[in-house]
């Protein structure tokens, strides 16, 4: 008896091994302090996926001019946003995301940086599109976070350290994923319609990872690229006119808004809506609707949403924002837009 018991531990211990192994991933990261001895992105990238117990490998910047590493890497992380990237090295890039690999693609604040074109040009590779809008200096804050980032697997509400940032939007290929004020500075990109199944990354400021200020949100983005663990439900708003002004009696406007889910199943959410005053708090819900549904690879007709301003509120900038997911902590995906209040 004890021999058969030796034996099957010896077993379960051989098979626990064996799945460790196959879980353990190889993170080519490619480095940043050629450029500035100061931009560490590389090492710290290496200790989080090191951290995580997969093995990270920082490579100089030409390991890019040919696609020799592609096999047996898990993830390729681009950790300087703003090192040049030649053309050859723009399409191993690509060369490596559509055979399947998932990328973390740093990008900054200049839209025209050479890591910001081939994040354009990844996202048309999914069949998609996306265009840089603008840039915005200083420290962006609060800057949201939503989508499997913000929750696998740790929780995590917002960045600190988000210094200077381009804002973009993109397709239905796209999913936002850091947010602040009525602009995004943060997203995945992965094939909604043709079959594949990758993912792709980027965030528009390199600041918060040089500086360490969150491993747990690199963590996130690790364990998500690696699981191509997109969030699928995304929620958009515009305003059907001119920009919002309200009077100082008060008064109502109206903006638009849809969900989208991009999965093959259905997805059961809540939708409800918070307004950030000119302090920078949030009050509400002033609306939630729980239990909504959303059938497979659907948009959901657009709504109409009327809102009310006391005349009593103060003078200055709002935001209000319509979240998706479970209420009040799951925030799946959401979108913003921006009233001036006289």
Same mark, same amino acid.
């Given at each position: 008896?004890?021999?058969?018991?030796?034996?099957?531990?010896?077993?379960?211990?051989?098979?626990?091994?064996? !799945?460790?192994?196959?879980?353990?991933?190889?993170?080519?990261?490619?480095?940043?302090?050629?450029?500035?001895?100061?931009?560490?992105?590389?090492?710290?990238?290496?200790?989080?996926?090191?951290?995580?117990?997969?093995?990270?490998?920082?490579?100089?910047?030409?390991? %890019?001019?040919?696609?020799?590493?592609?096999?047996?890497?898990?993830? %390729?992380?681009?950790?300087?946003?703003?090192?040049?990237? /030649?053309?050859?090295?723009?399409?191993?890039?690509?060369?490596?995301?559509?055979?399947?690999?998932?990328?973390?693609? #740093?990008?900054?604040?200049?839209?025209?940086?050479?890591?910001?074109?081939?994040?354009?040009?990844?996202?048309?590779?999914?069949?998609?599109?996306?265009?840089?809008?603008?840039?915005?200096?200083?420290?962006?804050?609060?800057?949201?976070?939503? @989508?499997?980032?913000?929750?696998?697997?740790?929780? !995590?509400?917002?960045?600190?350290?988000?210094?200077? @940032?381009?804002?973009?939007?993109? /397709?239905?290929?796209?999913?936002?994923?850091?947010?602040? @004020?009525?602009?995004?500075?943060?997203?995945?990109?992965?094939?909604?319609?043709? @079959?594949?199944?990758? $993912? /792709?990354?980027? *965030?528009?400021?390199?600041?918060?990872?040089?500086?360490? *200020?969150?491993?747990?949100?690199?963590?996130?983005?690790?364990?998500? $690229?690696?699981?191509?663990?997109?969030?699928?439900?995304? !929620?958009? $708003?515009?305003?059907?006119?001119?920009?919002?002004?309200?009077?100082?009696?008060?008064?109502?406007?109206?903006?638009?808004?849809?969900?989208?889910?991009?999965?093959?199943?259905?997805?059961?959410?809540?939708?409800?809506?918070?307004?950030?005053?000119?302090?920078?708090?949030?009050?509400?819900?002033?609306?939630?609707?729980?239990?909504?549904? %959303?059938?497979?690879?659907?948009? /959901?007709?657009?709504?109409?949403?009327? #809102?009310?301003?006391?005349?009593?509120?103060?003078?200055?900038?709002?935001?209000? %924002?319509?979240?998706?997911?479970?209420?009040?902590?799951?925030?799946?995906?959401?979108? *913003?837009?921006?009233?001036?209040?006289?």
């Amino acid at each position: 008896m004890n021999a058969i018991f030796r034996r099957f531990t010896l077993t379960v211990l051989l098979v626990l091994v064996s !799945v460790a192994g196959i879980q353990a991933a190889n993170v080519v990261i490619i480095e940043s302090q050629s450029w500035n001895a100061t931009h560490v992105m590389d090492n710290n990238w290496a200790a989080v996926v090191t951290s995580m117990g997969h093995a990270a490998s920082i490579q100089p910047q030409t390991t %890019l001019d040919t696609p020799a590493f592609i096999a047996g890497t898990d993830l %390729l992380i681009i950790s300087s946003g703003e090192i040049p990237l /030649s053309v050859t090295r723009q399409n191993i890039i690509r060369q490596a995301y559509s055979m399947g690999m998932p990328v973390y693609l #740093q990008t900054e604040a200049n839209p025209l940086f050479d890591t910001n074109q081939t994040w354009v040009s990844l996202v048309n590779d999914d069949g998609g599109n996306f265009a840089w809008n603008g840039s915005v200096s200083g420290t962006l804050t609060p800057m949201r976070v939503t @989508g499997t980032v913000s929750n696998t697997p740790n929780p !995590v509400n917002q960045v600190i350290g988000f210094q200077d @940032g381009a804002y973009g939007t993109g /397709s239905q290929e796209v999913e936002t994923l850091f947010h602040y @004020g009525d602009q995004e500075y943060g997203w995945y990109s992965h094939p909604v319609f043709t @079959g594949a199944i990758n $993912l /792709s990354a980027t *965030t528009s400021d390199q600041e918060w990872i040089r500086t360490l *200020t969150d491993p747990t949100l690199m963590e996130n983005f690790v364990d998500n $690229l690696l699981n191509r663990n997109a969030s699928e439900l995304q !929620v958009r $708003l515009w305003i059907p006119g001119p920009p919002i002004i309200v009077p100082a009696a008060g008064g109502t406007y109206t903006f638009n808004g849809h969900a989208y889910n991009n999965s093959a199943n259905p997805f059961i959410f809540d939708v409800w809506s918070m307004i950030q005053l000119p302090n920078g708090n949030l009050i509400g819900p002033q609306w939630n609707l729980t239990g909504v549904t %959303l059938p497979a690879f659907t948009t /959901s007709p657009t709504q109409s949403i009327n #809102q009310n301003i006391p005349g009593f509120a103060p003078a200055g900038t709002y935001f209000q %924002l319509v979240t998706v997911g479970g209420y009040p902590g799951l925030r799946t995906n959401l979108d *913003t837009i921006r009233f001036v209040k006289l």
